[in-house]
């Protein structure tokens, strides 16, 4: 296991609705990337937090937001929710120490959401 | 637009074979490629890869990158059921803010027979 938890692990909603996922990062990690996984496809990047700002977005419309605390757990919302929306959302944590240098991204065990 | 393409999508096996996994890529701003292991929920790191030519090793697991031909492959040796899995191929590129992503493949579903 990698120390990355994330809440809830299953989540019913009906389109139109909004939701929050949680996740908490490995102890000692500073950055978090959120990433949606559609069934049968790879994970693509919805967004990252880097010391509680965002630090870079993929292709997601303005109704994923997010936000990272000072403990460096983070949130992600989603509102108005579509029935596309339905996917297993990752959490990713790793240590950025700004040298440009690579660090692995250790990920959580995702939530399931379904929108009905 | 960036791209990582694994080759083959899905494979079935017998305990004791050796499987070859593929990846390539097409992505501006470089930094590393990294290989998961993903069996329920959450993907597993098995390997990152910065330098051409030098290959990793984990027990019956190893990984090469080719930074000229612009592709990785995994091999699994001695394959056991326990193997049977998803294994994804990520690319770390270097966004405009100095922060990473991952591009990630569309996955290897791998079957392994007893």
């Known amino acids: 296991e990698t120390g990355v938890t994330q809440s809830p692990t299953h989540l019913i909603k009906t389109r139109g609705q909004q939701v929050t996922l949680r996740c908490s990062s490995q102890s000692g990690h500073n950055t978090v990337s959120w990433y949606q996984q559609a069934l049968g496809q790879g994970p693509q990047f919805i967004f990252q937090?880097?010391?509680?700002?965002?630090?870079g977005r993929g292709n997601f419309p303005p109704r994923f937001s997010g936000l990272q605390f000072p403990n460096y757990s983070s949130e992600l919302n989603v509102n108005a929710l579509e029935l596309d929306d339905s996917a297993l959302y990752l959490c990713?944590?790793?240590?950025?120490?700004?040298?440009?240098?690579?660090?692995?991204?250790?990920f959580g065990p995702g939530t399931r959401l379904t929108v009905t | 637009e960036d791209k990582v393409v694994q080759s083959p999508l899905s494979l079935v096996v017998h305990e004791g074979d050796t499987v070859t996994l593929n990846c390539s890529y097409e992505v501006t701003n470089f930094r590393s490629l990294l290989w998961y292991k993903q069996e329920k929920k959450a993907p597993t790191f098995l390997f990152m890869l910065?330098?051409?030519?030098i290959e990793k090793k984990s027990g019956r697991l190893s990984s090469i990158l080719d930074k000229k031909e612009l592709f990785s492959i995994l091999n699994i040796t001695a394959t056991q059921t326990g193997d049977s899995a998803i294994y994804l191929c990520?690319?770390?590129?270097?966004?405009?803010?100095?922060?990473?992503?991952?591009?990630f493949g569309e996955g290897t579903q791998l079957t392994v027979n007893p």
């Open positions: 990520a690319v770390e590129v270097v966004m405009e803010t100095s922060g990473s992503r991952l591009t």
């Open positions: 990713a944590s790793s240590l950025d120490s700004g040298t440009g240098a690579s660090y692995e991204q250790y």
């Open positions: 910065t330098s051409s030519g």
């Open positions: 937090y880097y010391r509680e700002e965002e630090n």
